[in-house]
């Protein structure tokens, strides 16, 4: 994958570009954070609703109540088996992955005469390319994270839907 850079070639060019590629990788880092805050809230609202739920469920079944429907029943039901994939897409998209990013050994070898005395623009070069292959798989990863999340986000949003009918009915 290595380009050229011809004879002459304006290292400014280089730099603006190597410029763009770090903007770009830091913004993905940034993305990568956010996606698994939002992981992490998906688990914390389905603890916290699945919480109102059973006292929900407490409070249908205690004393003086009539019996709960079959219908409710298996509303409740529903709603706690959305619940708990939202959470389970939640940590899944919070899970611990290996990003690609260089090897200690390869940034070494950077230091030798043969790569310290090259021209500015093939070390921008050099270190863009390498820069692009982290960004890829940065992307990549950060990618299937917001699927997890926005699968999570429909999950939930599902179980509220559900848990909502069933204190409907229950109420009415």
Partial sequence: MATE?????SDFAGAAYLGLIEQQLEAEQRRKDSLEQRGLALV????FLA?????????????GRPPVERSVKALL????ASFFVGALCGLIAIRTQKYEEPKVDDLASLLTEDYWGQRAADGTLSVAEVLVAVLRDARDKNGKKALWV?????????????????V????V
Avoid at 150 to 166: K, M, T
């Fill in 5 to 9: 850079v011809k004879p002459g070639a």
């Fill in 44 to 47: 914390t609202i389905s603890g």
């Fill in 51 to 63: 919480g109102v739920l059973f006292a929900l469920v407490t409070w249908a079944t205690s004393e």
């Fill in 77 to 80: 039901v529903a709603s706690v």
């Fill in 150 to 166: 926005e699968a999570g986000v429909w999950f939930e949003a599902v179980a509220a839907l559900i848990l909502l009918a069933s």
């Fill in 168 to 171: 409907i009915i229950l109420l």
